[in-house]
Every structure is written in C-alpha cells, then in structure tokens.
C-alpha cells in the first residue's frame, strides 16, 4: 500500500471522532475501569458503564485530552494524584463499554487490567490521543510514544498495530524510566504527523511530530 493511500485511510480526518478512538490512551499508560459489568459467576452482562484515566505529565496535555473527550461526546475531569501527577479521567460511560470489552480478553480482567484485542488497529484518531497523552522528541528525528510501564503484555500488539500503519517502531524499555515504542526517521515521523492532523493549541511549539 502507498504511504499516500495509507494516509487517507487512517488519518484522523478519516472519519469522525468516537469514544473508541481512546484505544489510543489505552495503547500507552491509559487504564479503564468497568461498572456493573459482571455477575456473581463473573459472566459478561448487558448493559453496565465503563471510563478511562491516563496520567500525564503536563497541563497542556490535560486540557487536549478533556477537549478529545468532548469531542467525542464523553466528559472528562483532571484530577491531582497523591503525588502531584496529573489525572484525566472520564466519567463512566455506556458509549465507553464496547472498548472496555474490546480490552478484556477472552476473560472479563480486573478493573484497570487490559489485554489488547486480537488483531488490534489503531488508526490517526488514537495515534492522536496517544501523542497528545504521551508523545515527544527524542533527537530531530525520533518520536517517542510511552508505554505503560506495568503493561508489558500490551506491548507486542501495539507495535504490530504501529507496523500495520507503517510506523514500526523501536520497542525501548530502560532499566529505570518509561518504556516506549521510537518512531524513526523523517519519514515515518512525517506520516505519523500526516495522521494525526495539525496540533492542538494547547501544545508547546517543537513537541508535535512534524
């Protein structure tokens, strides 16, 4: 597939924006919780609401993820954590259910536990959240996407998905600090900002892929 073709059919202007799209925060540190999904036997019921929470490192973006999520009909607060980090995190929701149940697995998982679905796609709207969440710099031409550090079994599947878009990426886990995948190259950095559109305002100048 042609990078031009593959740019149309994943970018972020795509299709319009829905509360699937933050698979891309649960690609990186992002957790959900579930409410009301499960019975005594621990089987899948109807109904029940669901929210994600990512903890980020700055303000900027705090305040681009609340936006995201109203874009997406969802409402999100930001929060302190107890040691002075920063907490999105959306209200619960029905319309959050389906990815709730997109990363449980094949058995429902406690509550904040994610097992990326089978064949899992991102596309420009997730990458999106994800650099919004945690994306930066690492030299002119590296981009870093975090990981959740405590998620080692999700890392696999989301850098299947990053090659699927051509953006395969250098899995980095250090000793002590955050495990990334590295996007790089100017091209791959290239289209990796070519999916996800144009910053938000919120973002400090040099930070967006470009």
């Given at each position: 597939?042609s ?9 972020v ?6 509360p ?34 990512i903890?980020?490192d ?6 681009a ?11 999100a ?62 030299g ?6 975090e ?64």
């Amino acid at each position: 597939m042609s990078l031009i073709r593959q740019l149309s059919l994943f970018g972020v202007e795509a299709s319009a924006p829905e509360p699937g799209d933050l698979a891309g925060l649960l690609a990186g540190a992002g957790r959900i919780d579930r409410l009301g999904h499960l019975s005594g036997s621990h089987a899948r019921q109807p109904g029940g609401t669901a929210r994600v929470s990512i903890v980020v490192d700055h303000p900027w973006r705090a305040a681009a993820l609340v936006a995201e999520c109203a874009r997406r009909g969802l409402v999100a607060t930001v929060l302190k954590t107890v040691d002075e980090h920063i907490e999105v995190r959306t209200a619960y929701s029905a319309a959050l259910m389906p990815l709730a149940d997109a990363w449980s697995g094949p058995q429902p998982l406690a509550n904040g536990a994610k097992h990326p679905p089978r064949g899992l796609l991102l596309d420009g709207r997730a990458l999106r959240l994800w650099v919004e969440a945690a994306g930066h710099y690492e030299g002119a031409t590296t981009y870093a996407l975090e990981l959740g550090v405590a998620d080692e079994p999700v890392w696999s599947a989301v850098g299947a998905a990053l090659a699927a878009l051509g953006l395969r990426g250098q899995l980095v886990v250090p000793r002590s600090g955050i495990p990334a995948y590295r996007i790089v190259g100017k091209r791959r950095v290239a289209a990796l900002a070519e999916m996800i559109g144009d910053p938000p305002k919120q973002a400090p100048a040099g930070l967006w892929p470009s």
